[in-house]
């Protein structure tokens, strides 16, 4: 299939049945010829998978539901929550449009609207993700279509990410700024680099002393964790664990046993913070001061990028920039060749050979 242009028009040449044929675009912009080329691609596409109907019958917000209902739940709670709250600003632009009729465009355009009303780039990108999935298991599960639109639109750029991290005496202060049940809590987020969840989560079964580890089960990116524990975190843990209540499986836990209310952690621990004179110092950037330390101390990036748990050393290179050292050796060797050109000249010039 191609586009040429005849009597001011575009037209696309494309085979059909087995046989060429052409076919007039209507227009002379070759923009539009380009979007009605691919939507011919389409509609053929959906023709010769018997797709074409369910794809002009099928809404969006019908693959939504459906999704919600035989995909959705068996995702974690908090997933489910950003995927309602990503739905929100997804169904009323696109709920009442049927499948094929989403086009590149749309797409654009949403992006553009969101852009407008102050939406971030992570926040965007979750929505196109979203869609994106929504599609791809209708092609993959239900058999309502072949094309998947949001796959030619791309995300949002996003900033660097954030990097905090405290020096020696500012983690001293917030130690010392923490009550009794909190600083052990940022002792072994700092020493872990877990996320809050999986802390105020932490069950006893999931801590092996003999093997020194604690296996994470429910990690961001579904997958298990094991994380090796330093001789601080044993002390630690083995230090609660010898005064550890029987009526509850939680290594941290409120007065009546229950897991601890990330919310309130959070608060607790803004509250230190403010206490330890830090500024915008949040739970989560002691997950940062950890992978941060451990950069700067030579770490290799791999090993700090599986200790996180990370898919992909993408999201470790935010921490790239701390580990000068690293980089040094490279730009140290010109030291050997600034060395034997120096002995060069200075041979020279001793031989009477200086020039001007």
């Not at 309602?84 to 590149?104: C, E, G, M, R």
């Not at 006893?204 to 961001?220: L, S």
Request: glycine content about 6%; charged content about 25%; proline content about 3%.
């Amino acid at each position: 299939m191609s586009l040429f242009k005849r009597g001011g028009k575009w037209y696309v040449r494309l085979r059909y049945n087995g046989r060429d044929a052409w076919q007039s675009t209507g227009t002379d912009n070759k923009r539009l010829a380009e979007q009605r080329e691919a939507q011919l691609k389409l509609e053929m596409a959906q023709e010769r998978f018997g797709l074409k109907d369910e794809g002009s019958k099928r809404s969006f917000e019908e693959l939504a539901k459906k999704y919600a209902r035989e995909d959705g739940m068996q995702k974690a709670a908090k997933t489910q929550l950003r995927d309602k709250i990503s739905l929100q600003h997804l169904l009323p632009v696109f709920a009442n449009k049927y499948l094929n009729q989403i086009t590149p465009n749309m797409i654009n355009d949403y992006k553009v609207m969101r852009r407008s009303e102050k939406a971030s780039a992570s926040s965007i990108n979750k929505e196109l993700a979203l869609a994106k999935h929504l599609y791809y298991v209708a092609i993959r599960q239900f058999g309502w279509i072949a094309h998947n639109p949001f796959m030619q639109v791309p995300l949002e750029k996003m900033p660097p990410g954030r990097v905090k991290y405290l020096q020696e005496d500012e983690y001293s202060r917030l130690c010392v700024a923490c009550d009794e049940q909190l600083r052990p809590i940022v002792v072994l987020a700092v020493n872990t680099g877990l996320r809050l969840d999986n802390i105020t989560s932490l069950v006893w079964q999931q801590i092996n002393f003999k093997n020194g580890t604690i296996v994470v089960e429910h990690t961001k990116n579904h997958e298990r964790l094991g994380v090796p524990m330093n001789q601080t975190v044993k002390n630690l843990l083995s230090g609660l664990n010898r005064v550890r209540r029987i009526d509850t499986p939680y290594v941290f836990y409120t007065p009546a046993g229950a897991k601890l209310c990330n919310t309130l952690v959070s608060r607790r621990f803004k509250q230190a913070s403010k206490r330890a004179g830090l500024e915008d110092f949040r739970f989560h950037d002691l997950r940062h001061h950890f992978a941060s330390m451990l950069v700067q101390h030579g770490v290799d990036r791999y090993v700090v990028q599986r200790l996180l748990g990370h898919k992909t050393a993408a999201m470790t290179e935010r921490y790239a920039h701390l580990a000068p050292n690293n980089l040094r050796g490279g730009v140290e060797v010109l030291d050997k060749v600034g060395d034997v050109v120096a002995k060069t000249v200075a041979g020279q010039i001793e031989g009477g050979h200086e020039s001007v």
